[in-house]
């Protein structure tokens, strides 16, 4: 073993304004001694189990990394070679995984490998290699492939479906990908994303194999999908749930509708179209929309006949009370973790494949995920009366509820 830790020169070390941690800090050999002495223990317990005849036969030294700082740790050896370390193993690298967690936690906010690196050398006086961090985050990958395939409850009162996309490498170009998110609001009223897919472009086609996926996965039963205007996705939901209630977006259907007005016409064209979406009732929304038809309808056709073709889907939320309307009349809730998102990869223009987004997005979602402790507001209200608008579809002796999962990495 080194030299002994002197607690006076820690203490003059400290009063002289030296760091306590990181690169030659005060506690660094503390640590180092503390380390050795404990190898040196486990070493002379093993020896004094042995049956065969077996010594002390020096030590090897490696560099350790610990959120003190990096030391060089003089590992002791027996001279059979049946001597296995356990506090610090023959490969280990690291003391704690307290450094892997600051890592993810940083990665988790968003932050570069190059930023992650210099905060880690700033806090542990130590430089990461950019290996290192990226074999540190790739331990998401794994727990990111059991989160995928987890089972679900059987019912879900809301989910809000709805996709963003990236540049990601692909065959040495980039190319434009999806990444489906689902959103359930549980029969507790509480938020959890169901599941994070990937496909190349959006299309109700693979939205087809995305609830496919919910389905196989535990989901028998939504009572209402908010999702937005695109063709074919109430179909494609319907042909694995063939009960779940539509609600198209009113704000994509608003902004859809806007860019078909000429600019002159649109502020005039929206406090036309605001009686229809914000009406108390269905039958005022359509004497509304008759309305705006007899004054916007020749200039404006394919508008009209978009509120009018998509009515059906679009006027869903008319039969529920106020508080239940604004959870649904719009897929916000899935947007905001889609901001979430875009607040993570603001500074990464592109993905050079998809397990790095992938294992970012996952990253946000675990964050994301522990604020939602709380149901939503008046839940008991809105769940009393969705049992009464779908009567025996909110059986709780039917409804299984799976075991919360809890992330293993990001604390």
């Known amino acids: 073993m080194t030299n002994q830790f002197n607690f006076e ?32 223990a486990e070493l002379e317990q093993h020896l004094a189990n042995e049956q065969q005849p077996n010594r002390k036969n020096g030590s090897s030294t490696k560099t350790v990394k610990s959120s003190v700082g990096s030391f060089e740790l003089d590992t002791p050896r027996d001279r059979n070679g049946s001597f296995e370390p356990q506090m610090v193993k023959k490969n280990q690298t ?38 290192m961090i990226s074999a540190v985050t790739d331990k998401l990958l794994p727990e990111l492939k059991a989160w995928q395939q987890r089972p679900l409850d059987s019912h879900y009162p809301i989910v809000w479906l709805d996709a963003i996309h990236y540049k990601v490498k692909e065959d040495g170009r980039y190319i434009s990908k999806a990444v489906y998110t689902l959103l359930g609001l549980d029969i507790h009223g509480k938020k959890e994303i169901l599941g994070l897919h990937l496909s190349e472009n959006e299309g109700a086609n693979y939205w087809l194999s995305v609830l496919t996926d919910l389905n196989n996965r535990g989901v028998k039963d939504i009572l209402i999908a908010c ?13 694995i749930f063939p009960e779940t209630e539509i609600q198209l977006c009113i704000v994509h259907q608003i902004r859809n509708s806007m860019k078909y007005v000429a600019s002159k016409n649109q502020k005039a064209f929206m406090a036309d179209l605001k009686p229809v979406y914000r009406a108390q009732t269905r039958e005022a929304a359509e004497l509304a929309l008759d309305e705006l038809d007899v004054k916007w309808g020749n200039s404006y056709p394919l508008v009209i006949n978009s509120w009018r073709n998509k009515w059906h889907n679009l006027s869903a939320y008319f039969k529920y009370p106020e508080h239940i309307r604004k959870v649904i009349y719009t897929t916000n809730a899935v947007e905001a973790v889609h901001r979430q998102f875009r607040k993570l990869t603001k500074t990464k223009g592109a993905f050079p494949n998809e397990n790095s987004l992938l294992k970012l997005l ?16 008046n839940w008991s209200l809105c769940l009393s009366q969705l049992a009464i608008y779908f009567e025996g579809r909110l059986d709780l002796s039917l409804i299984h509820i799976s075991e919360p999962t809890r992330p293993l990495y990001i604390s």
């Open 227 to 239: 999702i937005d205007g695109l063709t074919g996705f109430p179909e494609a939901i319907k042909t």
């Open 9 to 40: 020169d820690a203490v003059k070390a400290l009063q002289a304004g030296k760091n306590l941690n990181g690169k030659d800090g005060v506690l660094t050999g503390l640590i180092k001694q503390l380390s050795e002495a404990a190898l040196q």
């Open 94 to 131: 690291t003391l704690t995984d307290e450094i892997d967690q600051k890592i993810l936690s940083m990665f988790s906010m968003g932050m570069s490998y190059r930023d992650i690196n210099k905060h880690i050398e700033d806090m542990y006086g130590m430089n990461v290699a950019m290996g």
């Open 362 to 377: 996952y990253a946000g979602i675990l964050n994301a995920t522990e604020k939602w402790t709380m149901p939503i507001h």
